[in-house]
């Protein structure tokens, strides 16, 4: 970032266009003030700005108008953020939009991919080269928008479509997909783009949670409902009230846990544990899994009522290996704005690298793919990525998952007790030796590392709880 870039704030509160100027100045750009369209082309050349940030509501004229007045890139502001008035101000043109009330980071992170972008474009002869980082919406006149994804192979286009129909609801929606896939993305774009964009969206993610702690976290407490409760804690399930609460891996609940949870959706009100009095919650429930839910009901590891009261909408996230059309896009996508993060200069994948990303499996989908390109950009010497430095054997991994599945299972095998074991065979032969004896919380103790690690590299090697287990918990 450099302190030539130019930003025009389009605002009528003042109070609104004097912290967005002060953010912004704070970060090095140079910003001018209006308080609307009319006064923005009266005062000063649009041409002069890198980009405008309008409010769509002003005095006179929509802040869309803009976008008619100047080449230069209009970033929309709404509090009107409607999936209708977001797709017609960028069927306008406006390059982006965003919903207030908005994080600082998120305002700052636009500004910045914006004019990256645009000066990326003067160096591109081909339509879609500038499409926005994964933070930022798919834009084409006939495709859906969707905040935060991008994806134009026809899975995403019909993942796409669900979303904008479920975001309309207060539905309650269930997101499948394997980890990496994206499912907090999903969570995000139905706040976003539903009615209840101006509250708060809590995420949970129920496996990092201590077993013994997770009624409370939830739930809340009263002071003295047990040993270290020395004041009264409001629960994650009551800060959502109003907006929308994303619980991730909601197969992970303990049984308890369900209980309580099936009482906040079929009653719409909570009890703090160690409480007496229920509390009435507004909350719209976005639960995400990578299990199968319906298998877990069978087995009696997860409550067949709760099961169908959040199985109401079922969004299904296809993974990256059935995304051909996408994966070179992410990638290049994910390459640009690890660049930028990191502040290196851009780099460019070598042709065997793209083949590499092409041919793998991906088994941990995007999350997988962002990883390996942020190791490369980190230790690339040169301005290309190539295939050593992304760290992926394409030989191995270009099989279905059950093939992936025997030949891990095969290496496991083969490891004879007295050979030195690597920090990841020993963690997986510990794990499987005593995750029937031990709980989550002790495996993690044992190991010395949090129940929150334990559960990712658990997803990382493939290695679900036993039943066994998960009865004793």
Sequence with gaps: MTSNNQILVVEDEPVIRTALRRLLERHDYKVAEAESVKDSLDRYDMEDFDVIISDLRLPGAP???LIKATSTPVLIMTSYSSLRSAVDSMKLGAVDYIAKPFEHSEIIDSVARIIRDSKNSRESSYRGETLPAEESAVIDSDQPVVPGMIGNCALMQELFRRIRKVAMTNSTVLVNGESGTGKELVAQAIHKL????HAEMISVNCAAIPENLIESELFGHEKGAFTGATSTRTGLVEAADGGTL???EIGELPLEAQARLLRVLQENEIRKVGSVQSRKVDVRLVAATHRDLKQLVNEGDFREDLYYRINVMTLVIPPLRE????IMKLAETILQRTCTRLK???LEFSEQATNSIKQYAWPGNVRELENAIERAVVLAESTQITTDLLAIETE?????PDQQDAISATRESDIEPSEDLSLEDYFQRFVLEHQDSMTETELAKKLGISRKCLWERRQRFGLPRSKKQVIQA
């Design 194 to 197: 539903g009615s209840r964009q």
């Design 323 to 326: 995304r051909d059309e996408d």
């Design 344 to 346: 290196t200069p851009r």
């Design 396 to 400: 191995l991994f270009t099989s279905e």
């Design 246 to 248: 994303f619980l991730d």
């Design 63 to 65: 802040g869309t108008d």
